[in-house]
């Protein structure tokens, strides 16, 4: 899952971060008076004085955040008028550099709160983002929407044949010009105001379906006190689900839900109405009719998308998001799902076909069913490749995986170097946090991160950034990433399955996208790329869990150290591609759907959404009773509240990258400091600083090619 960082993704963020506003010419200010509740006793008020600008968890309260949050609109609306008013000519360092110079006090605050909101979040934070979130949206409205600010930035724009700009200062000037576009900046005052009151609805709308969909998934857990409908899970299992119990004050044990649709314990449940309680309690989540249910939310948010894309001359959300990506068109998404769906949905078929005849075997009498999925394929994983997860999980033990796995990986490609810091403060007692030296012994950026799933945090894992990188600014990193890896009972090693450890490597490989950054303008840094390429870093890093020099390094006994048998890496090696087909259909059809919502005209009627996606299921070839989409459209977070709208073919998209630029490593060495660097240098350093295709097709040396990701996926299908 995203990354979650970026500043032109400010409009998005908002969503995510954070009533009532007052008009005062072309701006919205905030209502709150800060000058009563703000100042230098607030841990914002300042840059942090902690090693890389650090937030000062130790000294931060939960009502530390919303002054300092409404402080930081005023303060960037301070800085954005005087730039919008300055009677000198526009020039790029008057205009658009003094622009990335500005909301240092907002970038702090949202930053930290972002973290907590999402990561530790309680009621007086989760009344922060409902607070917020509509008056962060009128706030970014007030810089995109400020005609005389975009008047300025037109007239740099228009001289930038005739200027002289280094190439990164060209980019910053166009990235930023498109995104006043992309705001509505060349509307009519009247279509401003509408337009403001749509993103004002849809900003309350997402933070809305975020506070439902975290409480209906804790609500949707399973929950028994009968230990024999757990038959089949480990005794660590059945004593986590207990303490899960005890932490809900309930007598014997739950079963928390995961984002997913399917559930990790769905491979181990042997009893059938068990498997089938979970899958319900999973699907149904947010359709129960009661307060947490999300369907209204989410017609009436696709409903206002679509309307705003036609204000802004679009003929729905899908084109207005893609214009910037490297896809560029909904179609161009759309056509390139398409053409997966036959190889996938095949290769989905003979797994079912595979699964049925064990089931048929050993006389079940029943056909499959998607909860039956995970705990018979589990079987025919172990026929095929006599490997199951329990004789697995001993050699993935949490700490050794990161720091023998995630992190050695890092230092064969990079040279970089990793100590923990225990005085460097946490906004939660499971946050680690490590210092990051770079090959040249200088101090690189700090890296903090939060495995371990708890009710009060958000499904999922991600990236984000405390602090970004920017020779403008004199920032150094500080990213983190976030997990819901299952915590084990106390004094007991965290046993992880090989699916947890691709995730830990997944999240990381967008953590050195951040850490490497090397830009001028912050806006422009790091992840700050496009949907559709932001998760090609953190994929590809996911190659190097296999790589044999680097799973040997890590995959031991947490008991002995002895290496894991060479007979079981060979079956886990050769287990990679199974139920590939099963993966790879259940992502399309999340991603299908993400995008049949998103290519709804404004005309078209409030949807009905379960006949909407059944609908858009069948339209796409993907409606198939035992693969069900990774999502389902009420709780699809990417979509709704995650910025991930019209964008989850990404995942896809930048799939077809990472898997034809490992096809590179493959012919040019494998794991050497030669190639890391060079992939270093001519992308993840990068960030938004370049065409991103350019970008790709100089350090490739090519356009890429899907073939490399079908080889990998082991599907069958021809490169388009």
């Known amino acids: 899952m995203p990354w979650r960082t970026g500043k032109f993704m400010w409009k998005q963020m908002a969503t995510v971060i954070v009533s009532g506003a007052i008009a005062l010419g072309n701006f919205f200010t905030p209502v709150a008076d800060t000058d009563s509740s703000f100042g230098p006793s607030n841990p914002f008020y300042a840059p942090s004085t902690l090693p890389f600008r650090a937030p ?156 439902k969909l975290l409480a209906a998934t804790k609500d949707g857990a399973y929950a028994t006190t009968d230990k024999s409908a757990l038959a089949g899970l480990s005794d660590s299992q059945i004593a986590a689900a207990a303490q899960a119990a005890q932490g809900r004050k309930q007598s014997g044990y739950v079963l928390p839900l995961q984002n997913t649709t399917q559930q990790p314990e769905l491979a181990s449940l042997s009893v059938w109405a068990t498997r089938e309680a979970v899958f319900e309690k999973s699907w149904n989540r947010t359709e129960r009719g009661d307060a947490n249910d999300t369907l209204d939310v989410i017609s009436r948010l696709a409903q206002l998308r679509a309307q705003r894309a036609e204000l802004l001359g679009y003929p729905n959300h899908a084109a207005w998001k893609l214009r910037d990506q490297m896809a560029k068109t909904p179609e161009a998404a759309m056509k390139f799902m398409d053409a997966l769906v036959p190889s996938a949905t095949a290769k989905a078929a003979s797994e079912a076909r595979d699964i049925q005849d064990v089931i048929d075997a050993q006389k079940g009498g029943f056909t499959l069913q998607p909860w039956d999925w995970d705990f018979y394929s589990e079987q025919v994983r172990k026929a095929k490749y006599d490997v199951n997860e329990a004789e697995v999980k001993p050699y993935f033990e949490l700490n050794n995986v990161l720091e023998n796995g995630v992190f050695y990986a890092a230092n064969q490609l990079y040279g970089i170097t990793f100590k923990e810091q225990k005085d460097i403060p946490v906004y939660q007692p499971d946050v680690r946090v490590f210092e990051v030296t770079d090959a040249d012994g200088k101090p690189l950026a700090l890296f903090y991160c939060d495995y371990f799933k708890r009710d009060n945090k958000q499904g999922g894992a991600w990236m984000s950034s405390f602090v970004r990188q920017s020779t403008l600014l004199g920032t150094q990193p500080v ?97 990679a591609k199974f139920n590939e087909g099963y993966k790879v259909t259940e992502l399309v059809a999340a991603a299908e759907l993400d995008m049949q919502w998103h290519t709804l005209p404004a005309s078209a009627a409030l949807q009905q959404p379960d006949a909407f996606e059944k609908h858009a299921l069948e339209k796409t070839h993907l409606l198939l009773s035992a693969v069900p989409p990774r999502y389902r459209s009420s709780y699809f977070n990417h979509i709704w509240a995650s910025g991930y709208s019209a964008g989850y073919y990404a995942y896809l998209w930048s799939e077809m990258l990472d898997d034809d630029a490992y096809q590179w490593f493959e012919d040019h060495g494998g794991l050497t400091r030669a190639n890391g660097d060079r992939f270093r240098q001519m992308v993840l350093s990068r960030g938004n600083t370049e065409d991103l295709a350019q970008m790709y097709a100089a350090w490739r040396g090519k356009d890429p090619s899907v073939g490399p990701m079908m080889k990998y996926l082991g599907l069958q299908g021809s490169e388009h």
């Open 56 to 211: 000062p968890f130790d000294k931060i309260k939960d009502e530390d955040y919303q002054p300092a949050i409404e402080a930081g609109m005023v303060e960037q609306i301070s800085e954005i008028e005087a730039i919008a008013d300055n009677s000198a000519a526009p020039t790029l360092e008057n205009t658009l550099v003094a622009m990335e110079k500005t909301g240092r006090l907002l970038d702090r605050a949202q930053a930290a709160f972002g973290a907590a909101s999402e990561a530790n979040t309680n009621p007086v934070l989760q009344k922060v983002r409902s607070e917020e979130a509509p008056r962060l949206a009128a706030h970014y409205d007030a810089i995109y929407l400020n005609s005389k600010l975009f008047a300025r930035v037109a007239a740099v724009y228009k001289q930038r044949d005739s200027i002289k700009l280094d190439p990164e200062s060209r980019r910053l000037l166009e990235v930023t010009y498109d995104y006043f576009l992309q705001s509505g900046a060349n509307l009519s005052e009247t279509d401003k105001i509408q337009l403001k009151k749509l993103n004002s609805e849809i900003s309350t709308l997402s933070n809305d379906f975020s506070t």
């Open 479 to 575: 990213v983190y990433n976030v997990a819901n890896l299952p915590k084990p009972p106390p004094g007991e090693p965290a046993l992880i399955s090989f699916d947890d450890v691709t995730t830990m490597f997944h999240e990381f490989g967008h953590a050195l996208n951040g850490m490497f950054a090397n830009a001028r303008y912050p806006g422009l840094s790091g992840t700050a790329t496009a949907r559709d390429f932001v998760e090609f870093p953190s994929q590809f890093n996911e190659h190097w869990a296999l790589y044999p020099a680097v799973f040997n390094h890590y995959a031991r006994h947490y008991k002995t150290g002895a290496p894991i048998p060479a007979d079981l890496a060979a079956k886990i090696r050769d287990a």
